[in-house]
């Protein structure tokens, strides 16, 4: 067994010695791959960078994922129960009548009242940041950077908020304290806005149709007594790929809705046709450069058959001498990508530092992903065997006697 093992050894540490013997045209084998390569790692990283970034931002940003109805319908617990079961809705959560989600907030520290616009939120509140409390109650508030702002208020400060209607004749005025319990981003909600639990919304608007609100103890007509129906409603997407179908399937059952989703499909579209493009562009180099190298092997196993037919004739196999282009194949497409690795990190940096004032969040315009490096490696170790075959083949016909024959 000792046998053929150490021929192995012995063919690798050949074709290693004459691979670095020859370094020149082993460098130039190199070069060629390299500058195939890292063009191809760079177009890629553009790619990855500028499109990776856009749809990031859809995904990070929630209001892609958000669903609109337009106009005004009539949704009931039921209806709600369904929707919210289906797995493409993360968040939904019903809407009053926008004209009876209003209420006017008051600060000790603010010099004015604040018509506030009401929004309903409850557990896994799309638009909330990580840490930000959902308010719970009738007497939790979050408020909008605008809003708190004006008011100026912190979070765990008391504001007063107050509704007014004209009911029997007579113009009433109801009060409820609330606490700040946070206070949202301004992407979150660019407007004065308050988010609030429904059922502050629900009693708001009882109260300025003339109902009374017995936890508020406001006074007024007898409760509404039979199933609330709902003219609106908030719905966030699980993901941005499920807007699309979410908005056909509410059209299909006759809900008009509104979405981002034309926005979502330019994003994607145009990933899918750069990256055609860019697998069209690798094929065409991976296979013109597999060609070159494959050429060049079947000529440097020609130019060394005497050397390698003398191995034959010394007891090496012919599977022992295919491994001498192989091997050589490729230590070429390792030692290239590595070459190609540094020139596409180099331009890499100088990209992003020319660049990276343009971009609106400071991402990198030109980045790649380590999982990248190992599949272009594979990629490339692959195309070097493949080129390798050439030379395989050639280095397989060699016989004993074709050396003799030139001496």
Not at 96 to 114: C, E, H, P
């Amino acid at each position: 067994m000792a046998n053929p093992f150490r021929k192995m050894r012995n063919i690798f540490r050949l074709a290693l010695t004459d691979y670095f013997y020859e370094w020149q045209m082993s460098s130039c084998f190199i070069l060629a791959l390299a500058a195939v390569l890292a063009p191809m790692m760079i177009l890629f990283a553009l790619k990855f960078g500028i499109v990776g970034s856009m749809l990031e931002q859809l995904i990070e940003d929630p209001r892609n994922r958000e669903i609109r109805p337009v106009g005004s319908g009539h949704y009931n617990a039921e209806w709600f129960d369904a929707v919210r079961k289906k797995a493409e809705v993360t968040f939904i959560i019903p809407r009053t009548r926008s004209l009876a989600a209003t209420m006017q907030l008051k600060s000790d520290a603010g010099t004015r009242i604040i018509p506030t616009e009401l929004i309903p939120t409850a557990e896994k509140e799309p638009l909330f940041r990580k840490g930000v409390t959902i308010p719970t109650g009738y007497h939790q508030i979050v408020l909008s950077e605008s809003a708190a702002r004006k008011l100026k208020v912190t979070v765990g400060d008391q504001i007063n908020g107050s509704l007014n209607r004209r009911h029997n004749n007579q113009n009433e005025r109801v009060h409820v304290k609330l606490t700040v319990v946070g206070i949202t981003h301004l992407a979150a909600f660019t407007r004065d806005g308050a988010f609030v639990p429904l059922e502050l919304i629900i009693a708001t608007e009882d109260f300025l149709d003339g109902r009374a609100v017995h936890a508020l103890d406001w006074q007024g007509d007898p409760p509404l007594k039979s199933e609330r129906n709902f003219p609106g409603f908030r719905l966030y997407a699980h993901s941005i790929d499920d807007v699309a179908a979410l908005r056909d399937g509410f059209l299909a059952s006759g809900i008009e809705a509104r979405t981002r989703a034309a926005d979502i499909d330019i994003v994607q579209t145009m990933e899918k046709r750069l990256n055609t493009v860019f697998w069209f562009v690798a094929i065409i180099g991976l296979t013109g450069f597999s060609f070159s190298l494959g050429a060049n092997l079947w000529a440097n196993v020609d130019r060394k058959k005497k050397a390698l037919s003398v191995l034959r004739l010394v007891g090496f196999r012919t599977s022992d001498i295919i491994w001498f282009p192989v091997l050589q194949a490729l230590l070429t497409g390792i030692l290239g990508w590595a070459l190609a690795s540094l020139i596409y990190l180099a331009v890499e940096t100088s990209i992003n530092r020319m660049l990276i004032a343009q971009a609106e969040d400071d991402n990198p315009i030109c980045r790649l992903l380590p999982l990248h490096f190992e599949i272009a490696l594979i990629f490339t170790v692959g195309a070097a065997v493949l080129a390798a075959a050439l030379g395989g083949y050639r280095a397989a016909k060699i016989q004993p006697s074709d050396g003799l024959r030139e001496i």
